[in-house]
């Protein structure tokens, strides 16, 4: 299967997994447009993907502005949704206000772009989760939680989309912006750690990821999957 002149949306392709998606899908000849809540990050985004790629302002948590970006838009061939914005801390130590939002982000943005998006019949939705849904860590069950619903969203909507195809691909820990904020050698030395810890002795990239995603993408015989892309970290 090709993705030569299909249209590939992916919504929070400007950085991380979202990019690596939609370069690997702009690579196999698709038109992508990325999808941001950031013109700036969007603007950076394009210069690297170059010709092939469209990007436009869209935030997840807005309801009215998702069903809006739909409404105006023929139908994709295949959505892609990565976008989060979620903060991590012990249940009794993270704010409820924080706690709110991160579900809000992660979950009901990806459950509002399932929600509003029209999907070509054949085509397919990915959604992105995380392993911690599966191994969770102490300190984290905020975001287990939400990796876990993101889940179970994929398997109840595989059965009410189909013959669209709904799949999630759940990482381990990935090599991303996310981890800007630390400095070089902290941010090196949790790399190295935990490339040692895994089976696979290393720490994944976006790239990783998007050959999974790519393969939901392509295969006519995966819908209702969850793939756990983490180097082995559920079995160490």
């Known amino acids: 299967m090709t993705l030569k002149d299909?249209?590939?949306?992916?919504?929070?392709?400007?950085?991380?997994?979202?990019?690596?998606?939609?370069?690997?899908?702009?690579?196999?000849?698709?038109?992508?447009?990325?999808?941001?809540?950031?013109?700036?990050?969007?603007?950076?985004?394009?210069?690297?993907?170059?010709?092939?790629?469209?990007?436009?302002?869209?935030?997840?948590?807005?309801?009215?502005?998702?069903?809006?970006?739909?409404?105006?838009?023929?139908?994709?061939?295949?959505?892609?949704?990565?976008?989060?914005?979620?903060?991590?801390?012990?249940?009794?130590e993270l704010p409820l206000a924080d706690a709110y939002g991160s579900m809000n982000s992660k979950f009901w943005g990806a459950y509002r772009i399932a929600r509003a998006a029209k999907i070509a019949e054949g085509g397919s939705l990915t959604?992105?989760?995380?392993?911690?849904?599966?191994?969770?860590?102490?300190?984290?069950?905020?975001q287990s939680a939400i990796?876990?619903?993101?889940?179970?969203?994929?398997?109840?909507?595989?059965?009410e989309f189909a013959?669209?195809?709904v799949n999630c691909v759940s990482p381990g820990l990935v090599?991303?912006?996310?981890y800007d904020s630390l400095d070089d050698a902290a941010r090196r030395t949790m790399y190295e750690n935990a490339a040692a810890r895994l089976p696979a002795g290393l720490v994944g990239t976006p790239d990783h990821i998007a050959v999974q995603i790519m393969a939901?993408?392509?295969?006519?015989?995966?819908t209702g999957s969850i793939v756990y892309v983490d180097g082995g970290g559920l079995i160490a």
């Open 6 to 92: 299909k249209r590939v949306l992916v919504v929070g392709g400007s950085s991380g997994i979202g990019f690596g998606a939609a370069q690997a899908a702009l690579a196999d000849g698709a038109a992508v447009i990325i999808a941001s809540r950031s013109q700036d990050r969007i603007d950076a985004a394009l210069a690297r993907l170059g010709a092939g790629a469209e990007g436009h302002v869209l935030d997840t948590t807005d309801e009215a502005g998702v069903e809006a970006f739909f409404a105006t838009r023929p139908a994709f061939d295949h959505v892609v949704v990565s976008a989060s914005k979620t903060k991590v801390a012990a249940v009794r």
């Open 127 to 142: 959604l992105v989760s995380g392993f911690l849904s599966q191994r969770p860590r102490k300190g984290a069950a905020i």
């Open 147 to 159: 990796n876990a619903a993101v889940e179970g969203l994929t398997r109840g909507l595989a059965l």
């Open 163 to 165: 013959p669209v195809r």
């Open 175 to 178: 090599q991303t912006e996310m």
């Open 216 to 222: 939901f993408i392509a295969n006519p015989y995966i």
